[in-house]
């Protein structure tokens, strides 16, 4: 919600209030709150970071104001391969815990600075974002600090705005590994902007540190670089989101590209047939699609990656491929007591970390870790895919909602060294999420 803006000189708000002053009536209407939970006409997709306030004044007429935004997302799951009496589970216990708390303080000192911080406070406080932002102009906007990498939609959509309770398989929220393979949060500077009629296109170009949230430095000196364009053929989209929940019933269009390189310089190598060591390099290039359509209070969205890994100690890791995709799609029952409430979704994902399906498919598909030891690179699992079905009640839009799914979830995992449940693991997961947000 926005607690204070200050419109620019010589504007005389409607109502006679003073410049930077609220009333009652305007936090009880509506009119200061979250877009999630009201939004205007028009709200810019920011994957970089949406807003949190909306303003009472016409676009641009706010020269300074602060926003401050806060959600909860309480969850209970059922995971079925969870053994009580096992010693190795590859599944979680039944219970309740919060799956995200999420404060966000954002505000615009001048036109051309804005800056936001955002916290995870879950398990532990984790900060997530910490930029400042120069808006030079629509179409060139200035972003240093930490934040979101521009590659896919999946990553770039708040976790308010989901139709399902979480991310991808390969995003790490919907595989029991919970490891991400796409870039998030990082420390980096990027240009990004809309441009063309009706925002046509939407960019992000930007340069990170490659090492994640809340690294102090780039220790290797490689740097990870990363960018995204969509294309809005209908006109531009008035948020960045998933379902048709607060869209207009015109058809709504957006495809993206997304694009990212890296290259990780861990420890020392010597290859065979050298006697000097070599640095040891990780090579990442990772390329992904997607599309989002909306009409009607129906919805539908698709989305591939594709990550091509290499090592140079080839012998502890070979190069691999990753290949993911998902389709999902949602439908709000057309009844005038449902309409805008009610949606029905079904969403369909399948990944391979490592181009194999079993442990049997070769020597390469064996059990290791790369020279780093990271569990960013290889899993303990092989391939998954996921059918995932749900009905989310909406209250308040995006805001205040409650979603429950059923996830038929299989994961082929490597045997070597684990004699207990091992090989094909059905991990069904039946999740109920409570999203409240201000």
Not at 77 to 88: C, E, F, K
Not at 222 to 237: K, S, W
Not at 295 to 321: K, N
Not at 372 to 401: C, I, P
């Amino acid at each position: 919600m926005r607690l204070w803006e200050e419109a620019r000189s010589g504007w005389s708000p409607p109502g006679g209030l003073a410049p930077g002053g609220l009333s009652l009536a305007a936090m009880f209407n509506g009119s200061v709150a979250s877009p999630d939970l009201r939004p205007p006409d028009f709200v810019p997709p920011l994957a970089a970071g949406g807003h949190v306030g909306a303003s009472r004044f016409p676009e641009g007429v706010a020269e300074r104001w602060l926003d401050l935004g806060f959600y909860a997302q309480p969850q209970f799951i059922v995971q079925t391969g969870y053994n009580l009496d096992s010693t190795s589970n590859f599944s979680l216990p039944p219970g309740v815990s919060l799956q995200r708390t999420r404060v966000v303080i954002h505000g615009q000192a001048h036109p051309l600075l804005q800056m936001r911080v955002e916290f995870n406070m879950s398990n532990n406080l984790d900060l997530l974002d910490a930029y400042a932002l120069v808006p030079v102009r629509r179409w060139l906007q200035v972003q240093i600090g930490q934040f979101r990498v521009p590659f896919s939609r999946q990553e770039l959509t708040s976790s308010t705005r989901f139709q399902f309770a979480d991310r991808s398989l390969w995003s790490g929220g919907a595989n029991s590994s919970s490891v991400r393979f796409i870039p998030s949060f990082d420390q980096g500077l990027m240009v990004w902007g809309w441009a063309g009629p009706r925002d046509l296109v939407e960019y992000y170009a930007g340069v990170f540190n490659g090492k994640g949230s809340n690294s102090a430095f780039n220790l290797d000196g490689f740097f990870l670089y990363a960018g995204r364009v969509a294309i809005n053929p209908l006109g531009r989209p008035r948020a960045l989101q998933e379902g048709a929940i607060n869209m207009s019933q015109a058809p709504t269009l957006a495809i993206g590209l997304n694009v990212a390189s890296q290259i990780r310089q861990v420890g020392l190598v010597t290859l065979p047939g050298q006697s000097t060591p070599t640095p040891n390099r990780i090579t990442l290039n990772s390329f992904g699609a997607d599309a989002f359509f909306a009409a009607s209070g129906a919805s539908l969205y698709g989305e591939v990656y594709f990550r091509d890994t290499q090592e140079t100690d080839t012998t502890a890791a070979p190069s691999t491929q990753s290949l993911g995709w998902l389709l999902q799609a949602g439908y709000f029952i057309p009844v005038p007591a449902l309409r805008n409430h009610l949606e029905v979704v079904a969403r369909a994902q399948s990944f391979d970390p490592s181009s194999c399906y079993t442990v049997s498919a070769g020597a390469d598909c064996g059990q290791r870790l790369p020279g780093s030891q990271s569990r960013e690179v290889y899993r303990d699992f092989m391939f998954s895919r996921a059918y995932t079905f749900g009905l989310n009640w909406y209250q308040l839009g995006h805001g205040f909602k409650v979603q429950a799914q059923y996830t038929i979830n299989t994961e082929h995992r490597d045997i070597v060294s684990r004699p207990v449940g091992s090989g094909v693991v059905v991990n069904d997961l039946f999740t109920l999420l409570l999203t409240g947000s201000f």
